[in-house]
């Protein structure tokens, strides 16, 4: 009756799966009376020498040898290929399930907050590619968001629309990176191949556009350094329209195989309100159900011209952070697809020649151009004292920066809200009472990234 009550319905509702480990759920052997007294002295075999040197005699009282067991202690990572970065992760382990996980970071910090607080504010942007260098656009975006809110600028409407395309080009890199990388983390090694080709085309298109790769310093304040160049367009939509194609060949792959969803269904779950307690933003709160988006709930760049869905989940375990994740990069498409037959003619900077480097032609020309290009790249431009929290939805999460202006060239007071630490800091969490070989899982579907978790 007890057991009809456990898995009743309304117990089962919001279970997805459940796993029955056979050590934990088998039949158990309960010793006697008479067994557990021929047991009872120092030694399991009982003889004339142990009975007589074994028996310690403290204070008039014989005290056995007590028989302790003790749990074991072991370091997932810094160098563990699962670890996603130099994370190094503490586990007390009862056999194979984990008690406690204690992440332990630092081990990639550079102390970019300082080093950005001695800079001027264009040089300071190239720090935000280190950041987050899955998807390095996304993270540019926010800083030059920041300071065009000090400065009380905003960029051309064509500059809003290419910063949009770069920025949905990052997520969908981004995406792409974590969600093959789970399943390789889990055992298929298959989608891992198609997605990286997919991933070098995107660092294409960025190389054109910027000629970086990675670390591209495409946007500034006022707008974006360059226009995209003859037929970027063209090529961005002959991407997307084959993405789709490799993303359904994932899913048809990896989504309903039924290995995959006993990796990863029920692994990490976590419930909306331990998700907002947690400070969890992105797609690790969007999978408890919590409908939360900046680039909905406060649009910036323009986002509210476009027409796209915010995915949410129901159970926010592992499972659904990756059908999340694999519908939210067909809304990036569905974006980009929306900036190409939108995207507006026009400058791709602010006319302000104090605060935007003057074109090359300009240059070549004109003295007064010249002098404004020497004095931008060796003293900056001066912002007005003031303080913004500017935040942006990158792919990872909410990214946050705060910003203090003195009334100089350089930023008096930089502190980043990164993305990833508050989901590591969830692990401690989600992670206790999980097998060891489900630690790799929930590490790769938080989607960590160690570049601004140390900073």
Same mark, same amino acid.
């Given at each position: 009756?007890?057991?009809?009550?456990?898995?009743?319905?309304?117990?089962?509702?919001?279970?997805?799966?459940?796993?029955?480990?056979?050590?934990?759920?088998?039949?158990?052997?309960?010793?006697?009376?008479?067994?557990?007294?021929?047991?009872?002295?120092?030694?399991?075999?009982?003889?004339?020498? *142990?009975?007589?040197?074994?028996?310690?005699?403290?204070?008039?009282?014989?005290?056995?040898?007590?028989?302790?067991?003790?749990?074991?202690?072991?370091?997932?990572?810094?160098?563990?290929?699962?670890?996603?970065?130099?994370?190094?992760?503490?586990?007390?382990?009862?056999?194979?399930?984990?008690?406690?996980?204690?992440?332990?970071?630092?081990?990639?910090?550079?102390?970019?907050?300082? #080093?950005?607080?001695?800079?001027?504010?264009?040089?300071?942007?190239?720090?935000?590619?280190?950041?987050?260098?899955?998807?390095?656009?996304?993270?540019?975006?926010?800083?030059?968001?920041?300071?065009?809110?000090?400065?009380?600028?905003?960029?051309?409407?064509?500059?809003?629309?290419?910063?949009?395309?770069?920025?949905?080009?990052?997520?969908?890199?981004?995406? @792409?990176?974590?969600?093959?990388?789970?399943?390789?983390?889990?055992?298929?090694?298959?989608?891992?191949?198609?997605?990286?080709?997919?991933?070098?085309?995107?660092?294409? @298109?960025?190389?054109?556009?910027?000629?970086?790769?990675?670390?591209?310093?495409?946007?500034?304040?006022?707008?974006?350094?360059?226009?995209?160049?003859?037929?970027?367009?063209?090529?961005?939509?002959?991407?997307?329209?084959?993405?789709?194609?490799?993303?359904?060949?994932?899913?048809?792959?990896?989504?309903?195989?039924?290995?995959?969803?006993?990796?990863?269904?029920?692994?990490?779950?976590?419930?909306?309100?331990?998700?907002?307690?947690?400070?969890?933003?992105?797609?690790?709160?969007?999978?408890?159900?919590?409908?939360?988006?900046?680039?909905?709930?406060?649009?910036?760049?323009?986002?509210?011209?476009?027409?796209?869905?915010?995915?949410?989940?129901?159970?926010?375990?592992?499972?659904?952070?990756?059908? #999340?994740? #694999?519908?939210?990069?067909?809304?990036?498409?569905?974006?980009?697809?929306?900036?190409?037959?939108?995207?507006?003619?026009?400058?791709?900077?602010?006319?302000?020649?104090?605060?935007?480097?003057?074109?090359?032609?300009?240059?070549?020309?004109?003295?007064?151009?010249?002098?404004?290009?020497?004095?931008?790249?060796?003293?900056?431009?001066?912002?007005?004292?003031?303080?913004?929290?500017?935040?942006?939805?990158?792919?990872?999460?909410?990214?946050?920066?705060?910003?203090?202006?003195?009334?100089?060239?350089?930023?008096?007071?930089?502190?980043?809200?990164?993305? *990833?630490?508050?989901? #590591?800091?969830? @692990?401690?969490?989600?992670?206790?009472?999980?097998?060891?070989?489900?630690?790799?899982?929930?590490?790769?579907?938080?989607?960590?990234?160690?570049?601004?978790?140390?900073?």
């Amino acid at each position: 009756m007890r057991l009809l009550k456990l898995f009743s319905a309304n117990n089962l509702r919001h279970v997805r799966h459940i796993k029955l480990y056979t050590p934990s759920y088998g039949h158990r052997w309960y010793p006697d009376v008479d067994y557990l007294k021929d047991l009872s002295g120092p030694t399991i075999f009982r003889n004339e020498a *142990s009975d007589k040197y074994y028996n310690v005699i403290y204070n008039s009282v014989v005290r056995p040898v007590e028989r302790k067991l003790q749990n074991m202690w072991i370091n997932f990572g810094p160098q563990h290929p699962a670890a996603h970065g130099v994370l190094r992760l503490i586990l007390e382990l009862d056999g194979e399930t984990v008690v406690r996980a204690d992440p332990h970071i630092g081990f990639l910090h550079r102390a970019t907050e300082k #080093l950005m607080e001695s800079k001027h504010y264009n040089q300071s942007l190239p720090f935000m590619d280190r950041l987050d260098y899955v998807s390095t656009m996304a993270n540019e975006q926010g800083f030059v968001l920041a300071v065009e809110k000090l400065l009380n600028i905003e960029a051309p409407p064509r500059a809003k629309a290419i910063r949009v395309m770069c920025a949905e080009l990052s997520r969908i890199a981004n995406h @792409l990176l974590n969600v093959s990388g789970t399943v390789l983390d889990a055992g298929g090694i298959t989608p891992f191949f198609w997605m990286c080709e997919e991933r070098e085309k995107i660092y294409e @298109l960025f190389e054109r556009v910027c000629g970086a790769r990675v670390h591209n310093a495409y946007f500034k304040p006022g707008g974006v350094t360059m226009d995209i160049p003859v037929g970027f367009l063209d090529d961005v939509y002959e991407f997307c329209s084959k993405l789709g194609e490799r993303c359904d060949e994932t899913e048809d792959l990896v989504t309903g195989n039924r290995l995959y969803y006993a990796r990863t269904a029920g692994i990490g779950a976590v419930n909306a309100h331990d998700a907002i307690n947690l400070g969890f933003t992105g797609p690790m709160l969007r999978c408890t159900g919590v409908k939360w988006d900046l680039r909905i709930a406060h649009p910036y760049d323009g986002y509210d011209l476009y027409d796209f869905d915010v995915p949410v989940g129901t159970f926010g375990d592992s499972y659904d952070r990756h059908l #999340l994740r #694999l519908y939210e990069m067909r809304q990036s498409l569905r974006i980009i697809n929306q900036v190409i037959d939108t995207i507006p003619e026009g400058e791709v900077r602010t006319d302000d020649s104090k605060i935007s480097l003057p074109l090359r032609q300009e240059m070549k020309t004109s003295m007064e151009a010249l002098i404004h290009h020497f004095k931008l790249c060796t003293e900056g431009y001066v912002v007005p004292p003031g303080a913004t929290y500017t935040s942006v939805e990158c792919p990872k999460g909410e990214l946050g920066l705060y910003m203090v202006s003195d009334g100089t060239s350089k930023p008096y007071r930089v502190h980043l809200r990164p993305c *990833s630490y508050n989901h #590591l800091a969830g @692990l401690a969490i989600m992670g206790k009472k999980m097998m060891l070989a489900d630690i790799a899982i929930l590490i790769a579907t938080i989607d960590i990234v160690f570049g601004d978790i140390d900073r």
